[in-house]
């Protein structure tokens, strides 16, 4: 009985200690691979605006832009090419989300960004605008987004908005739409001379 007892003492080991080592190891690799993930993210980014190079600089509000129609603050989502939902535009500070004040007068929209580039869009340039759910990056409950399609340079661009009254949307909506036929049967009307 004494050397069973001895046998069970003997085979009995502590627990082992941690390998400090080996687990800073492991925190320092994970931490170096989310780096690079980072760093490629970050230079795809920048290769997708040098693509874009060629999109002109965005014009600026006129000095007498009219009396305004319609305002709005909310937030900027970004820009994407017209009708592709998901191919962001970077180029110009177009993909910079941010806070947007946007004013809508006869001359067009002007889009005020603190921390991003203004950019004004001229009622000659506007092409449509809807309610949608989505845009490159944001996707909300339907109708909770307001698109605007515009041209710049050779490109014809969407621009999602969110009003933080989301009941403004179909005002603007209906605002955008009725300033876009007037331009088109007045472009009509000048192209039949």
């Known amino acids: 009985m004494t050397s069973s007892i001895i046998q ?26 989310v780096a690079l993930l980072y760093w490629l993210m970050r230079e795809g980014w920048k290769w997708r605006g040098t693509l ?11 000095e007498d832009a ?8 909310g937030r900027y989502h970004g820009s994407t090419t017209a009708g592709q ?12 989300r941010s806070r947007a004040e946007l004013t809508l ?16 869009v001229p009622a000659a340039a506007l092409r449509g605008a809807r309610l949608d759910k989505g845009i ?37 909506v209906t605002a955008l739409t009725d300033l876009t036929s007037k331009n088109s049967k007045t472009t009509e009307t000048e192209g039949a001379r």
């Open 8 to 33: 069970l003492a003997a085979e009995q080991k502590s627990a082992e200690v941690t390998d400090w080592a080996a687990r800073i190891g492991w925190v320092v690799g994970l931490l170096l691979f």
């Open 52 to 62: 874009q190079g060629d999109l002109p600089e965005l014009p600026t509000a006129p």
């Open 66 to 73: 009219g009396e305004p129609r319609l305002t709005m603050t």
């Open 85 to 96: 939902w998901l191919d962001r535009v970077v180029a110009r500070g177009l993909g910079t």
């Open 105 to 120: 007068t006869d001359a067009g929209v002007q889009v005020v960004r603190p921390g991003a580039e203004d950019f004004f």
């Open 136 to 172: 490159a990056g944001k996707v909300l409950p339907e109708g909770g987004l307001l698109v605007i399609t515009w041209a710049h340079g050779d490109r014809e661009l969407d621009s999602g908005f969110r009003s933080d009254q989301a009941a403004e949307h179909t005002a603007w």
